[in-house]
């Protein structure tokens, strides 16, 4: 059963950082792209970015763009997502998901960011 | 950027139903289109791959479909346990979701 459990959400001021960690289990980890979604309270789902299987290829959102730095550790089994700069608009819960062919067919339970003084 | 756009934002409908789903592409995105449901609290659930394709184990009184810019999500016979909000997504340049639909029971 593909599990991906989240951690490192918490409570930080403003121009913070942060690091979230996403732990796979259940399935190969190394063989798939993973991503980070968002979402806001209240409000819809936002994707943040992706990371190719071996940890060599990223993309970003423009809004966390120069801010986020997503990384994997195949060896763990552990997908990261460092965020920099934290600002209010950065508060929402952060999915991390296992992409399978351009969908999501694996999501773990999400960490509450929030971004306040 | 490719932008998506869904409507209604939200509905209500009674029981045995019949539910429809528009989503709308800014640009060609062929049949890059997948389907979430959504309750609260809880984290989205894949119901539709490439605009028509039923996830396994995925009830079929849901569907998809559509290609280009247009696509459609149906709820064949509503149950009370389909009340949630579902959001479209695309992949054909990076990824982006709907608003989002929610949906309630008259």
Known sequence: ?117 | DIQMTQSPSSLSASVGDRVTITCQASQDISNYLNWYQQKPGKAPKLLIYDASNLKTGVPSRFSGSGSGTDFTFTISSLQPEDIATYYCQQYDNLFTFGPGTKVDIK
Request: aromatic residues 12%; glycine residues 14%; proline residues 2%.
């Open chain 1, 1 to 117: 059963e593909v599990q991906l459990v989240e951690s490192g959400g918490g409570l930080v001021q403003p121009g913070g950082s942060l690091r979230l960690s996403c732990a796979a289990s259940g399935f190969t980890f190394r063989s798939y792209w993973m991503h980070w979604v968002r979402q806001a309270p209240g409000k819809g789902l936002v994707w943040v970015s992706r990371i190719n299987s071996e940890g060599s290829s990223t993309s970003y959102a423009d809004s966390v763009k120069g801010r986020f730095t997503i990384s994997r550790d195949n060896a763990k089994n552990t997908l990261y997502l460092q965020m920099n700069s934290l600002r209010a608009e950065d508060t929402a819960v952060y999915y991390c998901a296992r992409e399978e062919g351009g969908s999501y067919g694996g999501w773990g339970q999400g960490t509450l960011v929030t971004v306040s003084s």
